[in-house]
């Protein structure tokens, strides 16, 4: 038996509601990342700080021809610098990344690498004897998930390079620019270079590129920088730092990632609980570069995460974080602040690799350096911040400009998809969020460069506001007040999103890319007009309900009602009152079906509310000229009407405070009953055969 807390009537239709739509939604999707069970560092640590002291390691080649040729266009002084470093190196230096690593013997070392082609040989062997053979289970991209023991008896199993437990070590390049010194896994391993359990780790200014997952990997980490580095070229992600505290990108760019560049997942929770006011926040990214990639940024459970003066452009997304996938600490996401970055063009569309096969075929002939990307996720193209599922978060002062469909998309994220059942979290995301002071469809430069539209939302969840000069889908969005957790009204409480979006996302969710399964009937992956989900919804609704409604006009209001007709105690002038109250009321009826097709395309312009004031009219007149005939049936048709008019009121006017469900879905479920009552009083009468005068009572028929 369910069990629900204390609650009024209308919060429990609410969850029940809820709990119906969870039957109906699908199963979790695919992880875009799978990690074995980690928890949060303690916090104790500290960002780490670039030092020019303590034990050194060099790593070179030992072609001179090739060296000299890299450092020719150096700065003189970088130049000589390097000359003498190559010199030492081929005296006392190692050949191999990882073979410097091996020979750190306490926390405080510093190791530097010397321009050159980095393939780490020695590594990429596959594995043998018990390597081979370790007991683990299968992620569902079909890699395995290893402790951090099986990680260090086997480190080369998925890793190219591996810093395991290593405390305080610096890695740095010597060159005049990242890509002066390369770290290549050759898509022959997961991840070009892991450092997990490695507090105060330092990279910087070097590249690391061409995985089957990610270039730059730190896990459990407390106290890391990413300084000066590039990513590029993965099957996932660029960057992509897990379970951690005290983290700092500065200056890092990242490109052709099939999910995101920078990937600060389940970073430390340390703000949970709070409201936008915060001591602190767990990872810091600034002056970072993120482009063609699927999304620029990414983050399940990105929480306590600080974004500020980046630039995300020409991705399929901006920048995205979610609470979606199970097994991330820190769910639901919260408390992530982007302010001061300039988003924008968001609009590339690589599903077409995918459809075409060229994202099944092995990572190496794909053509990622030719600039082909395979999107590992389902996102929508020409978005600039995507929050599937997030609390407490801050987008504000951010330019956000040129995107083919929105600057901010808001969408539920029910708890279940991460694997949590119990009722009262089933509608604890997408609450809280503030969007305030962006400058939204115009450049730094001033010039106009307009988004389609400014929002996204399907509606869910409560003290979300926005700033916004164009237009949104819903026509209204709650608006902000002056500081993060004010609103300039009463906003909105809704446990459940809108039903057609609601729709649009099931369908939507259905991408995978192994499968190649690109859903029709989702805007995301090309489908306009009628072949769009929510414009077939609708469509298949406007027409039942019209049969009804002509059905209804012609069999029992078309002609005057039995009882007025045979003059029965009826007002004479009565029925064709009504007569002609009811034609007029169906044709205003089927007008707004109509209207609501259309609507359904452009429901970020007052489309659909005219259609629901049409329909909401119609019905409403239908019923009062049902009434002289169907007292309750008649009442019941103006209820609905009246639900309709209201929707008409929260889609154009004043999104309705306090009601748990949108008047679509109030509309919607009362809409269920009235059909069936509809489809009784249009069943045929039944026929009475007239007794003739003449006929002795004897003889009347039976």
């Known amino acids: 038996m369910l069990y629900f807390p204390r609650m009024s009537l209308l919060r429990k239709l609410s969850v029940t509601v809820l709990l119906a739509l969870a039957c109906l939604l699908p199963a979790a999707p695919a992880l875009a990342h799978e990690e074995r069970p980690v928890s949060f560092p303690d916090g104790t640590g500290s960002v780490p700080v670039y030092r020019t002291t303590g034990p050194e390691l060099l790593v070179c080649k030992t072609d001179r021809a090739d060296f000299d040729k890299r450092v020719a266009t150096f700065p003189a002084a970088l130049k000589e610098q390097n000359l003498r470093l190559f010199e030492r190196c081929q005296k006392d230096g190692f ?286 193209p020409g978005t600039g911040i995507l929050t599937a599922g997030g609390n407490f978060n801050v987008y504000r002062d951010n330019w956000i400009y040129g995107h083919d469909r929105t600057a901010f998309m808001l969408l539920w994220a029910p708890a279940f998809l991460r694997g949590e059942e119990a009722l009262d979290k089933q509608a604890d995301t997408s609450h809280d969020n503030f969007y305030g002071g962006n400058r939204l469809g115009v450049a730094p430069d001033g010039s106009v460069r307009p988004n389609a539209t400014d929002v996204i939302w399907d509606g869910q969840g409560s003290g979300n506001c926005w700033d916004t000069q164009g237009p949104t889908s819903p026509y209204v969005v709650p608006g902000c007040g002056g500081k993060p957790g004010e609103l300039a009204g009463a906003g909105s409480h809704r446990l459940v999103g809108e039903p057609a979006k609601l729709a649009h996302g099931l369908v939507c969710a259905e991408y995978n890319v192994v499968e190649r399964r690109l859903p029709a009937g989702c805007d995301w992956f090309g489908s306009s007009g009628l072949a769009r989900v929510e414009v077939q919804l609708t469509l298949g609704t406007s027409v039942f309900i019209g049969l009804i409604v002509a059905l209804l006009w012609w069999r029992r209001l078309r002609t005057a009602p039995a009882a007025a007709a045979s003059g029965a105690g009826a007002d004479a002038a009565g029925a064709p009152r009504a007569g002609r109250l009811g034609a007029v009321s169906a044709v205003l009826a089927l007008a707004g079906l109509a209207l609501d097709v259309v609507g359904a395309a452009y429901d970020h312009t007052l489309l659909p509310a005219a259609a629901l004031l049409l329909l909401g009219g119609g019905l409403t007149g239908m019923g009062l000229a049902l009434r002289r005939e169907y007292r309750f049936f008649g009442g019941a048709t103006i209820v609905l009407g009246a639900l309709t008019l209201l929707d008409a009121v929260d889609k154009s006017l004043l999104l309705i405070p306090w009601l748990p469900l949108s008047p679509a879905w109030l509309r919607g479920l009362f809409a269920i009953v009235w059909v069936l009552w509809a489809v009784v009083r249009l069943a045929p009468r039944p026929r009475t055969t007239p007794v003739p005068e003449s006929t002795s009572p004897a003889e009347a028929p039976a």
């Not at 770290?183 to 997990?196: C, E, G, M, P, S």
């Not at 359990?197 to 690391?208: E, S, V």
């Not at 997942?265 to 609980?273: E, L, V």
Request: charged share 20%; hydrophobic share 30%.
């Open 95 to 380: 050949r191999h990344l990882q073979e410097a690593v091996d020979q750190v013997k306490g926390p405080g070392y510093n190791i530097k690498i010397l321009p050159g082609l980095y393939q780490e040989e020695p590594s990429l062997p596959e594995p043998t004897g018990a390597c081979a053979n370790l007991p683990a289970r299968l992620s569902s991209f079909g890699y395995q998930i290893l402790s951090f023991e099986q990680q260090q008896k086997c480190p080369h199993n998925q890793n190219l390079v591996a810093i395991l437990g290593i405390k305080d070590l610096q890695i740095e390049g010597t060159g005049a620019t990242p890509r002066d010194v390369i770290v290549d896994a050759q898509y022959k391993k997961l991840n070009a270079i892991r450092a997990d359990m490695a507090n105060g780790i330092y990279f910087r200014n070097f590249t690391a590129q061409r995985t089957t997952f990610n270039s730059l990997y730190i896990l459990a980490t407390d106290g890391f920088v990413i300084d000066r580095m590039l990513t590029r070229w993965n099957d996932e992600y660029g960057f992509l730092t897990f379970a951690s505290d005290h983290g700092l990108y500065t200056d890092c760019e990242s490109h052709g990632n099939g999910d995101s560049g920078i990937y600060p997942g389940s970073a430390s929770d340390i703000n949970a609980g709070r409201s936008h006011d915060v001591p602190r926040y767990s990872i810091e990214i600034r002056g970072c570069k993120s482009y063609q990639n699927m999304v620029g940024y990414s983050g399940t459970a990105g929480n306590s995460v600080w974004a500020h003066d980046n630039e995300f452009f020409d991705n399929m997304a901006g920048a995205s974080m979610d609470s979606l996938f199970p097994d991330h600490p820190g769910l639901p996401q919260n408390h992530a602040k982007f302010e001061k970055n300039k988003i924008y063009n968001n609009n590339k569309n690589y599903y077409n690799h995918v459809r075409d096969g060229t994202c099944a075929k092995p990572a190496g002939q794909r053509g990622y350096e030719s600039g082909v990307v395979c999107p590992q996720i389902g996102v929508a």
